[in-house]
């Protein structure tokens, strides 16, 4: 799971917990800039999730890492894909994160206001 | 480098808005957009950057269609009473929607929407008061969706009162 943050001028992903050892990763800074929406996706872990590398992928139970699919990086830290939240990414390493977050509608309403197009 | 996009921006925006129209925004999925718009999950993102990124951009574009329509009419209000009594889902039920379910909560699709009615007001001030006539047109368009005939009265309202002038 992660915490999803504004500090600022940039948007904080925080993995909470163990999913920092699944991920590979236990932060993510990136610009608000660079942020061009989020979306709450129940669905997405459906997808093809292309080639992990690094990262761990349990198929029904947790997919964390980084995951190169059609030429993009997709970082995933999602266990419960009812609560996972697509963040659209412009200019980064990763083309978008798919992380699982608490009160997902809330997080996605907090990011859609901060990068207002 | 990513793959490079490989379907009509504009046909998708047209049929998202068909489909937000329809049911409204929290109503649709992202399952339910890559279903009906034939579109990749990953490419709808990379286009619009969110679920709400595609919904403004299909009210911008029927707001953009609405004003060059009336623009090119020669009887603005005969578009306008046609969209009324339309058994289509269009643009005014987007409108609708987009009032009802986000309005207030969300200034920028809220400025959109009042936005959008400021020029129907434009129009139907040529029945008098513009923002009561354009209220009445929309509530007729409402009780069209429930399934009222509303054709009649929308003849008469927008007829009627022009003969008066």
């Known amino acids: 799971m992660a915490e999803v943050s504004i500090d600022g001028t940039d948007l904080v992903v925080r993995m909470a917990g163990l999913d920092k050892l699944w991920a590979l990763k236990s932060r993510l800074v990136i610009p608000l800039a660079n942020v061009r929406g989020a979306t709450v996706d129940p669905g997405i872990i459906k997808e093809r999730k292309g080639i992990r590398a690094p990262g761990t992928h349990l198929p029904r139970v947790i997919t964390a890492g980084t995951f190169h699919i059609d030429g993009e990086r997709v970082f995933w830290d999602v266990r ?15 083309a978008r994160l798919v992380v699982q977050v608490d009160n997902p509608a809330d997080v996605v309403g907090m990011i859609e206001k901060a990068c207002a197009r | 480098m ?3 996009r490989t379907f009509d921006e504009v046909a998708v925006v047209e ?4 489909l937000f129209a329809r049911r409204g925004f929290d109503a649709v999925s992202i399952d339910d957009l890559v279903g009906h718009l034939g579109v990749h999950r990953h490419s709808l993102y990379r286009t619009f950057g969110s679920k709400r990124g595609l919904y403004l951009r299909a009210l911008r574009a029927v707001r953009k269609q609405n004003s060059s329509a009336i623009a090119a009419a020669d009887d603005p209000l005969r578009i306008l009473c046609a969209a009324v009594v339309s058994e289509g889902i269009g ?3 987007l409108l609708l929607m987009a009032a009802i379910e986000q309005g ?3 200034p920028e699709i809220a400025a959109e929407v009042t936005g959008a009615f400021a020029e129907l007001d434009a129009v139907t001030a040529a029945l008098g008061d513009g923002t009561m006539s354009t209220a009445t047109l929309l509530g007729l368009r409402l009780r069209a969706r429930a399934g009222d005939d509303v054709a009649r009265l929308a003849d008469e309202f927008t007829g009627r009162t022009q003969t008066d002038r």
């Open chain 2, 15 to 18: 049929s998202a808005a068909e």
């Open chain 2, 2 to 4: 990513a793959r490079p």
């Open chain 2, 104 to 106: 207030a909560a969300d």
């Open chain 2, 91 to 93: 643009g005014l039920d």
């Open chain 1, 80 to 94: 419960d894909p009812d609560k996972a939240v697509v963040i659209e990414l412009a200019d980064e390493r990763y």
